[in-house]
């Protein structure tokens, strides 16, 4: 855990926008092109879930049922940096965010298949 860093986490009102970030903290972490990029959330009392992961050859995109049509992942490999672009926000969505990398390639829904894991950004809806 460290290598990479959230942002853009703070609170809003349900209906509102948010933009979060993940970047890598060194200028040694890789992301290859047979990795996955993933954001996964936890709210409190909750196991972690997925949120949405893109593969970062050819920027396919999963997202989790849940936030499918209001949530947009998107990467820019020239910076290493993947977005989460949150709209519509619902006190639901409430959690810590954290991006983690995926280097088994595959099954993009399962945690433990991550590294690398972010420290998180809080995101808070209010009604």
């Known amino acids: 855990q460290g290598q990479l860093v959230e942002s853009g986490g703070g609170l809003v009102q349900a209906g509102g926008s948010l933009s979060l970030a993940c970047t890598p903290s060194t200028d040694t972490f890789v992301i290859l092109s047979s990795h996955l990029m993933g954001w996964f959330r936890q709210a409190p009392g909750k196991e972690r879930e997925f949120v949405a992961g893109v593969t970062w050859r050819n920027n396919k995109k999963y997202y989790a049922d849940s936030v499918k049509g209001r949530f947009t992942i998107y990467r820019v490999a020239a910076e290493n940096t993947v977005y989460l672009q949150m709209n519509s926000l619902e006190p639901d969505d409430t959690a810590v965010y954290y991006c983690?990398?995926?280097?088994?390639?595959?099954?993009?829904?399962?945690?433990?298949?991550?590294?690398?894991w972010g420290q998180g950004t809080q995101v808070t809806v209010s009604s």
């Open positions: 983690a990398r995926n280097t088994y390639g595959g099954m993009y829904y399962d945690k433990s298949k991550y590294d690398d």
